[in-house]
């Protein structure tokens, strides 16, 4: 069964760093557009940062410029999301995204992870 498992959320403190990871099993990450999303209280999900499968170009959110970093690690089938000089705004739970399409460019296949916490204290 294809599965994205998110962890190393947490809670730390304004200026400090975090590393998620988001392990995949059931299929292999390579061939897939890889995303990291984020969800605040009371705020919609937000893009964070991506990964196309065809080029390997990486894009982030605005808010994130400059501050995280994308990266994978096909051998390990493991996405990570290097977070630095975080900020209290950051607070969300984040979650790991995948997705494939067809030779059309329609949306074939995608897959969540569960969520992770992270919590940034001023």
């Known amino acids: 069964e294809e599965q994205l498992v998110e962890s190393g959320g947490g809670l730390v403190q304004a200026g400090q760093s975090l590393t998620l990871s988001c392990g995949a099993s059931?299929?292999?990450?390579?061939?897939?557009?890889i995303g990291w999303f984020r969800q605040a209280p009371g705020k919609a999900r937000e893009g964070v940062a991506y990964i196309k499968s065809d080029d390997g170009s990486t894009y982030y959110g605005n808010s994130v410029k400059g501050r995280f970093t994308i990266s994978k690690n096909n051998a390990k089938n493991t996405v990570y999301l290097q977070m630095n000089s975080l900020k209290p705004e950051d607070t969300a739970v984040y979650y790991c995204?995948?997705?494939?399409?067809?030779?059309?460019?329609?949306?074939?296949?995608?897959?969540w992870g569960q969520g992770t916490q992270v919590t940034v204290s001023s």
């Open positions: 059931g299929f292999t990450i390579q061939s897939w557009n």
């Open positions: 995204y995948v997705a494939t399409y067809g030779p059309s460019g329609l949306l074939r296949e995608e897959y």
